[in-house]
């Protein structure tokens, strides 16, 4: 499943189709709040204003269906739709150029049929102190489903913040497990599912009820193999390509 027509589209509507292609999205670690450090001062224009939350939501319509790889950024930028300045259309404009040098990329479906799920959760990263919660399931180590999205509490430490995701996390799966078993020919099969952690803490504290069911496995994963990462924040080259490029991602 791809949309390279849609990219080429859109790419087109904006005058991007002979850009320069990039191979990274946003810079790692940077701030776009209107207040911060490197943030230029020069407000958007009304019409600029209208250009901006049209691209937006033409990324998140892409990030949604078929490019994973682009939601940490569509949701960081879709936060400062009222405070616009000149670095956010540069930076929105930047999401663009990726998609020029990514559009041939697709979700691959089909396999055997295993469910897992990536949970993860950054916490104190961003300005407003809100974590985001980050996750990708996969059925037949395919990505079928995949969010980056900010949470609604301010939570006080780390594991409680990763506890918020894998709480959420385990909605989705029990709703998953659901739509399965809707196909006559998967009724009799076992749908457990792995569901990957990168916190102690938040393993040892979560939904016990859940686990003893025998609805999911819930198993500690090294941080820095932790696929739901590049749905929270912006990474070093390195380390989104590794992601974005594996095979079960995309």
């Not at 940490?72 to 956010?88: G, K, P």
């Amino acid at each position: 499943m791809g949309q390279q027509d849609y990219i080429k589209q859109i790419l087109a509507q904006y005058g991007l189709s002979n850009a320069c292609p990039d191979i990274t999205l946003i810079e790692p670690g940077a701030d776009y709040h209107p207040n911060s450090p490197g943030i230029l001062s020069t407000l958007l224009t009304p019409a600029e204003k209208t250009t901006y939350c049209e691209m937006i939501s033409l990324l998140m319509y892409c990030a949604t269906m078929t490019h994973p790889d682009i939601a940490s950024a569509v949701s960081t930028l879709s936060q400062f739709l009222e405070v616009l300045q000149t670095t956010h259309m540069k930076t929105v404009k930047h999401v663009f150029c990726y998609l020029l040098g990514m559009k041939t990329l697709k979700l691959v479906l089909g396999g055997n049929m295993t469910v897992a799920r990536f949970s993860d959760a950054d916490w104190v990263f961003q300005h407003h102190r809100h974590s985001i919660s980050g996750f990708a399931h996969f059925v037949s180590l395919r990505t079928v489903l995949w969010s980056a999205k900010k949470q609604p509490i301010i939570t006080l430490l780390s594991t409680e913040s990763k506890y918020v995701a894998l709480t959420h996390a385990v909605k989705d799966i029990l709703w998953i497990h659901k739509l399965l078993k809707e196909f006559i020919f998967l009724h009799n099969l076992s749908l457990l599912t792995v569901l990957y952690c990168d916190n102690q803490g938040a393993i040892h504290f979560f939904i016990c009820q859940t686990i003893t069911s025998g609805n999911v496995k819930l198993i500690y994963i090294l941080t820095k193999i932790m696929t739901a990462d590049i749905f929270m924040k912006s990474l070093i080259c390195v380390k989104f390509e590794k992601f974005r490029d594996d095979p079960n991602i995309m």
